[in-house]
């Protein structure tokens, strides 16, 4: 079973979706942030010491379908946190030179949707149920740099995918959680 949570940042989509596997007997947690400076690594610092002792964590962004398999226990839940935060590391890492506004963004979208359709398939042909974080990014006003329009439209793209997938989608608004599919 696919379920995705959506929602702004500091909505509380990460307590929802914690709440969802909250009765599982374990709980595999995939983190797809990545440390680049202190904040990060206190943010990180901070999430981790957040989880459960019994959770295991994997910290990945990529070759997801290592850990999401058909030999994973269906006794154990999985929570992928978080999307966005992938998507944004795919682009980075796929993105040729250091001016992202010489990227080429089809080519790039194409390589995040690969992405994502393998993590669909592994979702999928898990026996074990599976909650995907995002966030939902096209709320706000038109980006001003082009790096920010394409990875909103990319973003939004994404998520509009992964809410076709998925069997049940919750939209998190100020802490509370309103189930839309």
């Not at 379920?3 to 990460?14: I, M």
């Not at 030999?71 to 839940?77: G, I, Q, R, S």
């Not at 709320?139 to 394409?150: D, K, S, Y």
Request: aromatic share 4%; with cysteine; proline share 4%.
């Amino acid at each position: 079973m696919l379920t995705l949570v959506t929602g702004g940042a500091r909505s509380g989509k990460s307590r929802h979706a914690e709440s969802l596997v909250a009765n599982a007997k374990t709980v595999l947690y995939i983190a797809t942030s990545q440390i680049f400076d202190d904040e990060m690594a206190a943010r990180i610092e901070h999430h981790r010491a957040g989880r459960p002792q019994h959770w295991r964590t994997e910290e990945r962004w990529q070759q997801l379908s290592a850990v999401i398999t058909p030999h994973n226990d269906p006794d154990e839940a999985i929570v992928l946190e978080c999307i966005t935060t992938l998507v944004t590391n795919l682009l980075f890492a796929s993105g040729v030179g250091d001016d992202p506004d010489k990227w080429d963004y089809a080519a790039l979208e194409a390589q995040v949707q690969q992405e994502i359709e393998q993590l669909i398939a592994a979702c999928a042909a898990c026996p074990s149920p599976v909650v995907l974080v995002t966030n939902e990014v096209g709320m706000g006003i038109v980006p001003e740099n082009r790096l920010a329009r394409h990875f909103r439209d990319i973003a939004g793209r994404v998520n509009q995918r992964l809410a076709q997938a998925a069997d049940h989608v919750w939209l998190v608004v100020s802490g509370i959680g309103v189930k839309i599919k």
